[in-house]
Structures are given as C-alpha cells and as structure tokens.
C-alpha cells in the first residue's frame, strides 16, 4: 500500500468514525426525548500533569456503560465492549469540580462531553519527593442525576516531576510499546476491535526498559514518562488497564478526540496531535532534557525532528523502533543521516544498550532488559516497581 493510498485509509477511518458518533448522537437524542431514563453519570478522569505552581488535566463525563473486562473475555465480548466505548453517551454542558491539593476549580465539559483544566495553582504545592498528587473530581448531587441522591466522584493521579528527575520521556504507543500492525489495517483493526488490555501484547523487554528509564543514570531518579498517542480517547480506559497489566511506568496518557467534523481549528489539532501535545509538554517543563520514542509505522521521526529542530539542544535522543516495512525503515534512516541523535532501532536492548552507553539508564536497567527477553516477566517486577 503506498503512502497515497494509506493517507487515504485514514482519512476515511477518521471520517467514518466520526459519522458513526454523530449518527449515534442523532438516535440517542431521540430516544432521550421520549422520556427514557439515562444511565448513571461517570466521570473518566484522566491522568494529568503540570508543575508545583500549575495543572494541566482532562476528562469525560458520560453516561456508564459498566464496561468491565478480563482475560477470559471472548472476540465477541471484546467487540461488544469497543462497541460501547466508541457508543459513548456523552453528557454536554455539565459542571463539575476538580479538588487538588488545596485547590478548588469549577468547570463545565463541551459538547462532547470533555472538560479540560488548563490553570495556576492558587495554592502551591510544596516540595516533595513524591512526583504523584491525588485529584478528586465530583458533580454534586443537586446536578448529577435527577435518579441520584449522591455525589458522583472520581479520583485520578497527576504527575509532577521534581528534584529527581534527570530527563523526561516522551513515547507513542502503537507499535513502539504495544504491538498494533498499524502499517496492516485489516491486523490493526482485529486488534482493536476483538481484543482486550489482557489480550494484547507489549514488546518483549518494553516494560523493563522503561523502567530503566524512569530510573535514570543511577537507579534512584524518577523520571517523568508520557504517551502519546493518535488513538482516540474513547479507548483510554483499555491502554490504562493494559499499562497496569504489564507493569509498565505510569505516565499521562495523551489521546484525541475522533469529533472533530465541521470544525477547522479541531480539524487541525486532530491531525497535529502529536506535535502540539509534545511541544506542550516540552514547555511546560523548559530546564528538562527529554527521549524521544515512536516507530517508522507513522509519521514519529519527521514530528520528533520538527521538535528537536525547535527546541536545540533539548532532545537527548530519538528512538525510532522500526517495523516490519522496509521502505519505511530505509526513510528513517534518510532522516536519521541528518540527525546525529536519531537512532533506528530493532527492538527494547537496542534502546538499553544505547541509552546505558550514553548515561541514560543505570547498568542494572540494562540487566534487567536483557533478562526480561529470556524469563517470565512477572519475575522480574519487583525488580520495576517502586513507591512513587
């Protein structure tokens, strides 16, 4: 398939899933107006970020759907579930408070439903060696739901990173951590629709590589992990489960919003997510050096360069994990000829060597992400995980 054709395929995946949700909100809307009962409302809060002095979050409210799912699901159970996450009833217009850390906002979601905190801190956060602060997000009672006499509440992690931090890192996730055959759109599509966060794979060695990179040069650091992705948010809930199921280091998800129909300015950030989310990310934290990681599947390395081009000398190096298409590979490799910090690699250890040569990651980061390519995974996490 040539890049005409592919750049075809997904602008009609794009559009098709966005006539799909506007379609769904057409029939949900008429049946709301024949004085059916909604579900109960559920805020999906995720993971945010920001500094001792600002916050930087966002979420969802929907209506449930009670999606739950585990390793014994089948291909049909899965679809069901993608079904409902991409059927999502979106609750327009609707206040909500966030409470942090001695900090209280006031909000109100869009028209599809997502709310976005983008803010100072009123109140500072004081130094700590903790890089993880809890954030509770609540519709009181009185707005909720008209069905409900409780306050609907949800609690999600945002990431601070301080002292102990030596450099950040920022990484895609399809085909760069977890296998998606996303240059195969018929593989791709079986993946994300018939299986589940249990059923789908990470690279051999990903998890303890980037924990080797969590922990730094010397083993102890703490640095700050961010993935960002092209899929939509809709699927947020399955890549946060299958982060958790592997082990991988917790980080802020970045996803975009597949409603972007009629509207130029959400049209153009559609397609520059990745940019725009890692040049946000990049200034928000202007005295860190980062790591750049993606595959050749997509357009990572001319965006990574783009960024490493605007900010010089603040990209440590750019990993770009090649996948099984050779054209592509042999682009990278024109680009990388260019750039002296970007490496086409094969797999996990190639990253470690690298990254272990050049003071990234500790002797003991490199072990390990030898040893996880031999031995059961589950063995080694004790070895990965940490108090944060």
């Not at 970020?49 to 089948?74: F, M, N, W």
């Not at 994300?192 to 789908?200: G, H, I, V």
């Not at 050049?358 to 004790?382: A, E, M, P, T, W």
Request: hydrophobic share 35%.
């Amino acid at each position: 398939m040539n890049e005409q054709k592919r750049n075809g395929f997904k602008t009609t995946l794009s559009g098709l899933l966005t006539l799909a949700e506007e379609g769904i909100d057409r029939v949900k809307n008429r049946k709301w107006g024949k004085n059916t009962h909604p579900s109960p409302l559920e805020i999906i809060a995720y993971t945010g970020y920001g500094t001792p002095e600002h916050l930087y979050c966002r979420g969802r409210i929907l209506q449930s759907k009670g999606i739950v799912t585990s390793a014994k699901d089948s291909p049909w159970r899965n679809l069901l579930n993608t079904y409902h996450r991409f059927e999502s009833d979106e609750v327009p217009h609707h206040p909500l408070q966030i409470h942090y850390e001695g900090n209280t906002f006031l909000l109100q979601t869009d028209e599809e439903g997502y709310f976005k905190l983008d803010s100072s801190l009123s109140s500072s956060l004081q130094p700590s060696n903790n890089i993880w602060h809890n954030a509770r997000f609540d519709l009181p009672a009185a707005v909720a739901n008209t069905q409900q006499h409780q306050t609907v509440s949800a609690y999600s992690q945002m990431l601070v990173p301080n002292h102990l931090a030596d450099y950040g890192v920022i990484s895609d996730l399809d085909d760069t951590l977890i296998k998606s055959n996303i240059i195969s759109k018929t593989k791709m599509l079986y993946l994300a629709l018939f299986k589940n966060a249990y059923t789908r794979l990470a690279f051999r060695g990903a998890p303890a590589l980037y924990w080797a990179l969590r922990k730094g040069k010397n083993g102890s650091s703490k640095n700050p992990i961010f993935y960002v992705s092209n899929s939509p948010w809709n699927l947020y809930d399955m890549l946060d489960e299958f982060m958790d199921i592997n082990h991988i280091p917790k980080g802020p998800i970045l996803l975009r919003d597949f409603g972007h129909a009629g509207n130029d300015e959400l049209s153009a950030a559609f397609k520059q997510h990745k940019y725009n989310e890692t040049v946000k990310i990049l200034e928000t934290y202007p005295n860190l050096p980062f790591i750049l990681i993606g595959d050749s599947g997509e357009k990572d390395a001319d965006t990574y360069l783009q960024v490493a081009r605007q900010f010089p000398g603040r990209i440590l190096c750019i990993y770009i994990r090649a996948v099984n298409d050779k054209k592509r590979a042999q682009r990278v490799q024109q680009l990388a000829k260019a750039e002296t910090n970007m490496l086409l690699i094969e797999d996990s250890l190639d990253i470690a060597k690298h990254a272990q040569l050049n003071g990234f990651i500790h002797k003991q980061g490199l072990h390990l992400v030898n040893q996880s390519l031999y031995i059961d995974r589950s063995s080694l996490v004790d070895f990965w995980l940490e108090e944060e």
